[in-house]
C-alpha cells in the first residue's frame, strides 16, 4: 500500500505506528512536502492479516524475531483452555513488544533518499520510457525466479522503477544488484 | 496524478525486502539438511504417520541422521509417535536465539511438531482472532506462517533427510513447494481399498505437472494382513485387482515403491511411541519399509 498526498502529487512517508490497541493499528503518513498528515486505522480483521504473514508494517523490527514467534503468538492462549505451558506473561508479550517493533522499525528512514529533481522533466521522461518495455536479460530474469512469487511483481516493477530513474534501457544483472542494494533486498 | 507503480517502494515497510529475508533465513537454515523429503496422501487414516515414522526409524537404524517435520497441524501426531513426552520438551524459547531446539524421539530422531505446543492431546490447534469465526478464515495463512517458522526456526542441525508429513490432500503442498524449491520429492501413500484412487491422481499431477517438484513414487499401506504367528500375508481388502495401485503408478508415470502389510504390530507400537522398527525388524512389515528406503536413497542419489 502506499498512499500519495493529491496536492502535492508526493508518496507520503510513514511517520509511525500505535497499536495494536483493541487489535487495531495506527498507521500515520506525512507528506515530505506539505507536511500533512493523516492516519490509517486497521480493523481487527486487516490487522490480522497482515501479522498472519509475520510482515511488520513499518519495516522490520529492530530486534530478531524470536524462533516461532508468529505461531506461538497467534496460538489461543494456553490459559483459556487449560494448563498453560508457557507463563502466560510471555503469551501476553505480542502486545508490547508488536508495537515497539512496530514504532521502532525504519519509520522515515528513505524520507530523505528520493529528492527528484526538476518534476516536469521527470514526468516528461518516465513518459517516453514508459511506452517502451523494460529489458529483463536472461540472467536477471533468472535471479529473480528465486523471489518469492507472491512478491515477485512487486520487486520487478522497483527494479524497473529504479531502472528508468537511471536511465537504463535493459536489466541486467549488474542493474539488480545495484537495485538490490537500493531496497536491501 | 501519480501511480502506484510510480513509486519504487512500499510505504515503509520494505514489505519484499521482508519476504525475500524470510527465504534467506530459511535457506541458511536448511543449508545443512541434505534431503528433503515430503509425504502426502489423498486422505486420512491411510498410515502416513506411522510410515513417515517408520521410514524414518529405518533410516536412523542404518546410521543416517533424520529429522521429522509434522506439517499436519490440525492432526500433529508424530511427537507421540516418535515417543516424545510433551512435558519433557520446553518451548520456553527465549534462551534459544538461534532457534529452537527440536525434540528428540526414539533412535534419534529430531522432531518438530504442532502437538509440542499444545497442553494436551485433546486440545485442538485454534488461532487467536478477534472472533473464532475469523480465525477459520486465516487459518490457512497462519498453517503457511507456522510451516515456515516450523522449517526456518528449528535448529535441524546436519541432517541426511528431513522427512516431512503433510496434512492429507493436496493442499499444503503447494506451500511446501514455495517454501523449499530444494525439495528432493515427494511420496504419494495410498491403501488398496481407496475408492477415490481420483485423489491420489490430482496429487501427482498437482505435484508433477503444476509444482514441477519430483516424485519419488507411489507406496500402497496395508496390503495383505502379514500373520503375526506365521508371517504368511492375506489378503485383507476385498479387493478386486491385487495389481491396480501398481498399474496406476505405471499409468500415471511414477514409480512404485512396494507394499507394506497390515500388521497389528505396527499400530501396538508406533501409536504408543514405541520403535516398531527396532522392536520388530525381521516381520515383513519391517522388511517392505526397509525395501522402500531403500529405493528412496537410490531415487534421491
Ligand atoms: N501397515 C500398517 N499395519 C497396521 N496398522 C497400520 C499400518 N499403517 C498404519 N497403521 C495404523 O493405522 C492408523 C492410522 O495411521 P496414521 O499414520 O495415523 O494415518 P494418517 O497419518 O495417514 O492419518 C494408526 O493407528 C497406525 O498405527
Ligand atoms: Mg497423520
Ligand atoms: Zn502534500
Known amino acids: 500500500m502506499k498512499f500519495l498526498c493529491v496536492s502535492c502529487d508526493e508518496q507520503m512517508k510513514l511517520k509511525e505506528t500505535q497499536g495494536p490497541d483493541e487489535g487495531s493499528f495506527t498507521i500515520v503518513f506525512r507528506c515530505p512536502k506539505c507536511e500533512r498528515e493523516f492516519a490509517l486505522l486497521t480493523n481487527p480483521m486487516e490487522t490480522q492479516v497482515v501479522r498472519a504473514l509475520d510482515i511488520k508494517i513499518g519495516g522490520s523490527p529492530n530486534r530478531a524475531a524470536e524462533p516461532m514467534e508468529a505461531t506461538r503468538t497467534f496460538l489461543t492462549p494456553l490459559s483459556q483452555k487449560g494448563e498453560p505451558k508457557i507463563p502466560n506473561s510471555e503469551l501476553q508479550t505480542p502486545k508490547s513488544t508488536e508495537s515497539a517493533s512496530l514504532a521502532g522499525g525504519q519509520a522515515g528512514k528513505e524520507g530523505s533518499a528520493s529528492g527528484p529533481g526538476c518534476p516536469f522533466t521527470e514526468i516528461v521522461n518516465e513518459a517516453f520510457q514508459k511506452s517502451e518495455q523494460m529489458v529483463w536479460v536472461k540472467e536477471a530474469e533468472e535471479r529473480m525466479g528465486k523471489i518469492p512469487e507472491a512478491v515477485r511483481p512487486m520487486a520487478k516493477m522497483g527494479i524497473e522503477h529504479y531502472a528508468r530513474e537511471k536511465g537504463y534501457k535493459e536489466i541486467t544483472l549488474q542493474v539488480l544488484e545495484e537495485a538490490k542494494g537500493k531496497f536491501g533486498m | ?301
Not at chain 2, 525486502?17 to 487414516?45: I, P
Not at chain 2, 495463512?141 to 533427510?161: A, K
Open chain 2, 1 to 301: 496524478m501519480k501511480r502506484y507503480k510510480d513509486f519504487a517502494s512500499d510505504g515503509g515497510s520494505n514489505i519484499v525486502g521482508q519476504v525475500v529475508d524470510q527465504q534467506t533465513r530459511l535457506r541458511s537454515r536448511l543449508a545443512s539438511v541434505k534431503h528433503t523429503v515430503a509425504v502426502m496422501s489423498g486422505k486420512g487414516g491411510v498410515g502416513k504417520s506411522a510410515v513417515t515414522v517408520n521410514l524414518a526409524s529405518a533410516l536412523s537404524l542404518q546410521g543416517y541422521r533424520l529429522g521429522i517435520l509434522d506439517a499436519d497441524i490440525n492432526g500433529p501426531s508424530i511427537a507421540k509417535m516418535t515417543g516424545i513426552q510433551r512435558s519433557a520438551f520446553s518451548i520456553q524459547h527465549s534462551a534459544f536465539k538461534n532457534g529452537l531446539p527440536p525434540a528428540i524421539g526414539f533412535l534419534g530422531l529430531r522432531v518438530i511438531s504442532m502437538d509440542l505446543f499444545l497442553p494436551d492431546e485433546k486440545t485442538p490447534v485454534t488461532w487467536d482472532a478477534p472472533t473464532q469465526k475469523e480465525a477459520y478464515v486465516w487459518r490457512g495463512t497462519m498453517e503457511m506462517t507456522t510451516l515456515r517458522e516450523f522449517l526456518t526456526d528449528t535448529e535441524w542441525g546436519d541432517l541426511d533427510y528431513l522427512l516431512i508429513d503433510l496434512p492429507p490432500g493436496t493442499d499444503r503442498l503447494p506451500n511446501i513447494a514455495g517454501l523449499l524449491p530444494q525439495l528432493s520429492g515427494t511420496l504419494i501413500l495410498t491403501i488398496p481399498s481407496e475408492v477415490s484412487q481420483a485423489v491420489v491422481k490430482k496429487s501427482i499431477t498437482l505435484a508433477k505437472e503444476h509444482l514441477k517438484t519430483p516424485v519419488i513414487g507411489l507406496i500402497e499401506n496395508m496390503k495383505g494382513y502379514a500373520c503375526p504367528h506365521c508371517g504368511n500375508i492375506g489378503e485383507l481388502f476385498h479387493s478386486s485387482g491385487i495389481l491396480a495401485c501398481e498399474e496406476m503408478a505405471k499409468n500415471l508415470g511414477i514409480p512404485y515403491l512396494g507394499s507394506i502389510p497390515f500388521d497389528p504390530r505396527i499400530s501396538l507400537t508406533t501409536d504408543v511411541g514405541k520403535p516398531f522398527m527396532s522392536e520388530f525388524g525381521d516381520s515383513p512389515a519391517a522388511k517392505a519399509i526397509i525395501e522402500i528406503a531403500e529405493k528412496i536413497k537410490t531415487f534421491i542419489l
